[in-house]
């Protein structure tokens, strides 16, 4: 099993940047992708980034130039860079692994405008 915890949530203003981190622990060896997910209130989980063992990425539409993510696996930390925060970003987001289907619990991010 894979153990994930998301950090790094909070408040901040439009324009403004923040960066999550998912801590990974437990059978970390046989993971072969981690992504970040949000939900934002009343609507559905949707796919933010994701990175497989190669290092190819995927990004949403909506965060494609703004948004990086990227693992330090010396640290078992998958990371998300977001700049250029918009009111629409706010949800909470989450941290996910592959193929396990481990989930985090979650961290909020509201963006202010």
């Known amino acids: 099993q894979v153990q994930l915890v998301e950090s790094g949530g909070g408040l901040v203003q439009a324009g403004g940047s923040l960066r999550l981190s998912c801590a990974a622990s437990?059978?970390?060896?046989?993971?072969?992708?981690m992504g970040w997910y949000r939900q934002a209130p009343g609507k559905e989980r949707e796919a933010v980034a994701t990175?497989?063992?190669?290092?190819?990425?995927y990004y949403a539409v909506s965060v494609k130039g703004r948004f990086t993510i990227s693992r330090d696996n010396a640290k078992n930390t998958l990371y998300l860079q977001m700049n250029s925060l918009k009111p629409e970003d706010t949800a909470i987001y989450y941290c996910?692994?592959?193929?396990?289907?481990?989930w985090g619990q979650g961290t909020q991010v509201t963006v202010s405008s």
């Open positions: 990175i497989n063992n190669a290092g190819n990425t």
């Open positions: 996910a692994a592959f193929p396990q289907g481990s």
């Open positions: 437990g059978s970390i060896f046989s993971i072969n992708a």
